[in-house]
Structure formats: C-alpha cells, structure tokens
C-alpha cells in the first residue's frame, strides 16, 4: 500500500494511551530470555521521562501461554486476570500497563467478552470474591508497553545520543519491524494503526531516524503457535515459519529486525541459528544473521545505554554489527561477564554468533 | 450427548462462529494451513453442518491440533469468523470427553499440563529457566545453555531478581499468591481440566504399554513429547 494509504489507516485506528500512573504486569516468556528489557522499559519510564509505574511483587502469569494451549479454561483464566485487576485496583491505578502482547490480548479478550456477555463478568467477580476474598475495577486504560514507548517516542529522540542511522554513510538502517500477532490481529482498535499496518513499532523506528522495511510477509505469525513450539516434535512448524520471514525479507537488506512481542524476538533470533546450522543459510549481510532487539533495547541504545546492561548477549545471533553500524561503543571483553565483571565462562558460539 | 450443543455453550464458539460462506480467505492466510494438511476453511464447514458423526471424527482427529491460535483469521474474514476461537472451543470439548487420546498431537496435552500448568499453579509462571534444559531446547544455541548453566549469575547481570523476594523478573512469587492461585484453581474448574488431562492420558498409556512405574508416566511423557509420525504436513 501506498504511504498515504497508510497514513489514512492509522488515524482511523488511533487509541488513547494514558499520560501516567501505571500498574505494570510482566511476561513470563520475556522475564527468561529478556529480563534486561523488562528492566529498561522501567528505566527509561522512572528515570528518563519521570513517569509512576507500579509493579506488585504479588501479581502472576496471566496464564495466556496455558490458556492459549488449551490446558486452562476459560472462566480459570478470567478470574485470574481479574486478581491482576483487583491488585491494580487495591494499589490505587487505573491504568494497566502490559509487557506481555499474549496477556494484551488475553486482556482486551476478556474485558470485551464482560461487556458482550455480562453474566461472565458476574461470575468472575463470585469466582474471585470465593477464592481470594477480592474485589476489583476493570482498568480505564489497557495500554501494551510498547504503546507508551510509541507515545513517548519524540521525548526518548530528544533524550537520545544515537539515531538509527548508519554513522559511516549516514544513511537511514533498514528495520524491519515485527508486531505480535494478539496485539491486533484480534482487535484492530486496540493497536495503534490497526491490524493491517500497525504504526506501534514503524512510529518509532521513523521518529529515531530509521528506515522501515515494507516487505510481503510483514504480517505473518513468526511461528510461535503455542503447543507447536512447547513440544519438541511441533517444531518444524515454528522455524517453517520464521523462514517464511526471513526468505521474504532477505532481499532488502534488512539492517535489524524489531518486535514488540515476547516470543517473537526470541524465535526470529534462534531459528536464523537453527537454519545455520542445518543449511549453512545466513540472511544478514557478510554471511552474518539480521540481528534482532526488542523495542525497549531499541529504545535503550537511542538513549545510549550499554547495550549487555540491557541483556543483548542473551541473544543467539550477535547483534554488534547493528551496534557497529550505529558507532556505539562497547566492551567486548564484558559481553559475556556477569555482575561487576565477575568471570562466568561464555558460550562457544558458533553460525550467526561466531 | 449432543456435541454441537455442547459446543453452543462455549463463548469462544459463540463469537467465533457467524456465517461461514466457504470463501477460503482464513486458509490463505493462516499459517498452520501452509504447515500442515490443515484446512481452517473446512473446520468452519464440519461446525457449521452440525454433522454429530462428522463433529466427533474432528473432535478424535490430530486436525484440531494444528492451528497456533495466532488469530490472523480473526482480522481477514469478511464474515467476522474465527477459526481459532472455533478451535479453542473444540479442543476443550475434545479434552473433556477424552477423545484427545484418539491422536498423535492430541496426546502432546499431557505434557503440556504436566509443565506449563504445573508451573502456572505451583509457581505462578508459565515458564521458567530450569525448563530450558538444552537436551530438550537444542534451539536455544549456545547462548541458551550458557545462560541455563550460569543462571543465577546472567540473570543477576541483567537486573533480573530470580528466586528473590520482591519485585522484579523471575521474582519468587509468594507463597501466598501462589495459594490463591490454587483456590481460583478449584474453584473455576482448572483443576477439573487438568486432572481429566492426567486420568484419560493414563488410560491411554496404559493401552499403549507405557507402566506408571515410579516416575508417573515418564516413558510416555517423553514418547509424546518427541513422537512425529511425518504424516502431518502437507505433501
């Protein structure tokens, strides 16, 4: 579609994203392979832009990767998100802020599913008042942290010491972006820019000085699909689609890949290894892979944060040629060190991360 | 018992069935079609015709385990459809009836309750690092066994608090929490789903060979988890 085209889609589905005071829940699948970024979003929310964001230690898993492979029923998980809503509502917020685009979804889900079919939210309020003893308010604002960044993103282009720009030729780099699928693919409204041609993650790659990658399978799944990666002999299908990806986007050069997702990041980043090492295929430039980051690490190295105090070494393909072509500086020989430099081994990398 | 009925209870079936007009579009777009021999177009059809025999073969059939509940049909529809949500409501039918068992991918739900739904009740998260053991995720490279065998110090690095009191990721959740999740457990029927996934699995089991042993089942914990007859994908 045409760039007009565009523009006419996202200012039919813009949402309100509150201004402060959020009531953070986390993600499970980013808590284990980027904890760092999880760390960064409050980082950049507290000390960047001076913003209120509560995290509870008491509040779980939404249970969504249970729900969404059928082990969870539905009314177990409304209750459950309603126990997230009613300690949002006990610590005195309104807005809930969502690092998890499955619970996102979940949220927006059930939240619809009370207004459509008041009886479930009747029962859920017993459920929970019968289990916990707790009451609760649904939120007044449901915003993924990806669309605070978004909303904020002028600010962190105004804060930052580095653009997405390649520092040698001072050209723009070429992002591709990656949505999650729940974050609209089931609500168009929800998502800033609808489903088709969500602007979430593209509005910051622009406002930082990228460039976005429009290629053919922009939108397709990265392969997650719940039960089809938790089990080993499911597999094929999760790569099968990831390689989708990659062999579509591979002809435009693609300087890094972005996602606003837990798993995605995850996958885009271990099958470019996976495939490596089965077929010797590389899709990045000078037989290296794409590197890829989530929104926060982003959003971290425009405002200039040491990209291992962020986690980037807990990624299987390196990601030092997008940080070389930024010209950020970085010490190497800590990539893989733990806490105050202290020796813990690294790994023995091999394909993309050699 | 009438198993369209028993489909009509369910909101997900609710919502995710309007008036199918067999235009194909959710199996263009869906990615389980390209995978596997699957057809979302064709789910909508077998429901749509409230066919009880036909209805039952799907419920016993490795079909309804394909699809990734990525919803990309939800947003392409022109009928406002939803394959995946008809999906959902199948598979809670099937595994309340047992006929998970009849199939190949059916029967991966026992390990899947036996990990993800145990961590969820037990620990209060869907995953953990300690699942991660690299034998059973050779996907996650090298880095991921670096990171599985230097847990505490990488996550430590990182700001995560793991296994720490108070907030931040990989938080120990209190105990506390944990109990409440337990109650809304036994109170909303998510014990009733995962203990009919545990009983009729067991049966199964028990057909197959597979002894309880010591180890309730791991034989075939395993057996499931690995298992892939190469008759699923699309030729």
Redesign the interface.
Known sequence: MKQEGKIKVWQDYQKEIADDHYFYV?S?????FF??S??TFLKILRSELHKDIY???????C????Y?????????I???VA?QFALMTEAGYQNIAVSCITSF?IYNEIIE?WK??PA?LDKTRE??K???GRTFEIPQNVAHASDIVYKFRQQIAELGHNRLINHKTGKPLKIVEHIG??YS??F?SKGIGG??FPHVLAGMIEAWGGEVIDYPER???C??????Y????????S???SR?KFESMEPYQPDAIVSNCPGCPMFLD??Q??IEEMEGKTYGQNGQGIPVMTYEEMAGLVLGYDP????M????TNVEPLLDKMGIQYNPDLK????DG?T????????C?G | MELYEELSTDIRFIEGLNSCMNCGICTAICPAAEFYDYDPRLIATIVHSKDEKRIEELLKSDVIWYCGECMSCKTRCPRGNTVGLIIMALRSLSQELGYFTESEKGRQQLAIKRVIGENIVYKGYCVLPENLVPEMHPEQGPVGEWIFQNKKEVYKRVGANYNGDGTGALRKIPQESLDEIYRIFEITGGFDRLDKIEHFSKIKAESMGFTEGRDDYSDYISHIFTTNNGKHNRQ
């Open positions: 986390r499970c699948i980013r808590q284990n904890p760092g999880e760390q995290e509870n230690p008491h509040h779980t898993s249970s969504g990767i249970g969404h492979s059928d082990i969870v029923p539905f009314g177990t409304q209750t459950i126990r979804g599913t459509e079919f479930e459920y929970l019968r289990s916990t699928c729940h693919k089931m168009p489903a088709e939108r397709h799944c392969g997650f699909g719940f039960r089809q938790l089990i080993m002999s499911n597999r094929g299908y790569i099968s689609n989708k271990r099958w290894y996976v291992w105090d962020m986690g070494q807990m990624h299987q893989y060190a733990g806490k202290k813990i081994g690294s790994p023995v990398m091999v394909g991360g």
